[in-house]
């Protein structure tokens, strides 16, 4: 029955872009919704760019559906971010059923911590990460290399005027240490000298005994941002809050809104600390 099911997406798939093969080569598709942002800017108006996870996915510990995998059929070219659970564990099954389909590792040049696959939360990773999809789309697309690189340079633009905000936002702050509940923010605490205190413990919930000695850590540095992701669930980060008296921020680091969500969370941190 699942196999029949399956059989029948993929004819479902194929009739779909046979129908309009002009448009199936002029799609693009991404794992999550900031790399949508960031292609967009620089692919332009004649891509159209899709994102294969939905919204509150985690694809840290997600799995492609059927469905998911079989959408990709309909897709010129696949930009994936490179260090994501659901990519390592789904490349090969994606290569093995669509042989055609371009698939581009845009985190190519950028200098891993911490195994944090979040790459992009930092400006100047999304430098590297924007220059690897303009090479991309100028290898599927050589009439159009001009068009990329001049958005390219529109996108750096972008990202150094963000930089300066966030370094303007920060330069109030008076402690360096933030609370969060997954460590998502590892770039972005690189970046602009900060340290990231991660209530969860190597992709787990922490023991007692590992959320006594974060608490003790915290009153420490007596930092006053915690922030959690809506993602996950926040309980823990609240125990560690009320014990603390910090402030607790929710954010989104998959959210589209790439630069609306680095300037809030510069925001959040750039707060007077009590």
């Keep these: 029955m699942r196999k029949g099911l399956y059989i029948a997406l993929l004819l479902l798939a194929l009739l779909s872009c046979s129908g309009n093969r002009e448009r199936c080569d002029r799609r693009i598709t991404v794992t999550i919704e900031p790399y949508r942002f960031l292609v967009e800017q620089i692919a332009g108006p004649e891509w159209e760019v899709t994102t294969i996870l939905p919204k509150g996915a ?9 469905r998911q995998i079989l959408s990709l059929a309909d897709s010129r070219a696949y930009m994936f971010v490179g260090d994501f659970g659901v990519e390592k564990n789904w490349l090969h099954k994606v290569a093995a059923e669509h042989p055609a389909l371009l698939m581009f590792d845009t985190s190519s040049g950028v200098e891993r911590y911490n195994n944090d696959p979040h790459i992009w939360t930092s400006p100047d990773n999304m430098a590297l990460i924007a220059s690897n999809v303009c090479n991309a789309l100028c290898s599927m697309d050589s009439a159009g290399s001009n068009g990329y690189r001049e958005r390219l340079e529109a996108f750096r633009l972008m990202l150094q005027v963000t930089d300066t905000l966030i370094t303007e936002k920060l330069a109030a702050r008076t402690d360096s240490t933030f609370i ?50 809506e993602q996950f669930d926040d309980k823990h980060a609240r125990v560690v809050a009320d014990a603390v008296g910090a402030d607790i921020f929710t954010i989104d680091p998959l959210n589209y809104d790439w630069q609306g969500q680095m300037l809030y969370i510069a925001d959040c941190l750039s707060r007077v600390q009590q």
């Design 180 to 229: 969060i509940f997954h460590p998502s923010l590892t770039y972005f605490a690189r970046m602009y000298g900060l340290q990231q205190l991660a209530v969860e413990h190597e992709g787990k919930e922490p023991s007692a005994a590992q959320m006594q000695r974060l608490i003790e850590s915290v009153k420490e540095s007596a930092t006053k941002t915690l922030f959690v992701q």
């Design 58 to 66: 985690d694809p840290e510990t997600s799995d492609f559906t059927a």
